[in-house]
């Protein structure tokens, strides 16, 4: 089974519109860290931002913000008036405590800013 | 500045031959890996290293090795027992294999077969 789900695999929006990329997980941990990382045309994927299951706090980084419900497993990714430069791969990550400390990668949701 | 980098960004194999991606990083972390994305997928794990002259396999290490004799090295080798290696291969590292560290990537090496 899938522990880290994915379901939009393509979306495009107009610039300056806001988007939000669903990231949907499966655990049976009670302590797991949950990652998202920005794959830009260039290849490489960049870390964005780090949870602990044990912290549900919405945060805020400029223009990105996460949504973190632990009672729907899920942690939502925000982009608020979106910019071309945000055209990227989004990958959500899920690592585990005591399953050996593997991430587990969504398939990853590929955003296209129109301008 | 420190990162990681992969060479090279584009290497193509003869059917038979084997290659070797490398990977070096200057983040003075213990621990590497190496990840293989095929398009519509996610990153799947070939091996990973958490110390110097220690690897272990990943998910899908049939048809790959890996050394580990200095910290800032992990090269991979595709060897011709690997039948589909098309695909974007990318290194990470880590300060240390911990499931709250996230891991830090190279920018890839496309690999197609000729």
């Known amino acids: 089974a899938q522990k880290v789900t994915q379901a939009q695999t393509e979306i495009s929006v107009v610039e300056k519109e806001d988007v939000t990329l669903d990231c949907v997980y499966e655990?049976?941990?009670?302590?797991?860290?949950l990652f998202w990382y920005k794959q830009p045309p260039s290849g490489e994927l960049v870390f964005l931002i780090r949870r602990n299951s044990f912290d549900e706090q919405n945060e805020i980084s400029g223009r990105y913000s996460w949504n973190f419900q632990k009672s729907t497993s899920s942690f939502n990714f925000t982009i608020t008036a979106s910019q071309v430069v945000d055209s990227a791969v989004y990958f959500c990550a899920l690592s585990e405590a005591n399953t050996g400390n593997q991430f587990y990668f969504g398939t990853g949701t590929s955003l296209t800013v129109i301008p | 500045d420190g990162g990681i980098t992969q060479s090279p960004k584009y290497l193509f194999r003869k059917e038979g031959q084997n290659v070797t991606l490398s990977c070096e990083q200057n983040?003075?972390?213990?621990?590497m890996y190496w990840y293989r994305q095929d398009p519509g997928q996610g990153l799947r794990l070939i091996y990973y290293s958490q110390i110097v002259n220690d690897f272990q396999k990943g998910d899908i290490a049939e048809g790959y090795s890996v050394s580990r004799e200095k910290k800032e090295s992990f090269p991979l080798t595709v060897t011709s027992a690997q039948k589909n290696p098309t695909a974007f291969y990318l290194c990470a590292s880590s300060i240390v294999r911990q499931p709250n560290q996230p891991q830090h990537f190279g920018d890839g090496t496309r690999l197609s077969i000729l």
């Open positions: 655990t049976r941990d009670t302590t797991y860290y």
């Open positions: 983040l003075n972390h213990d621990a």
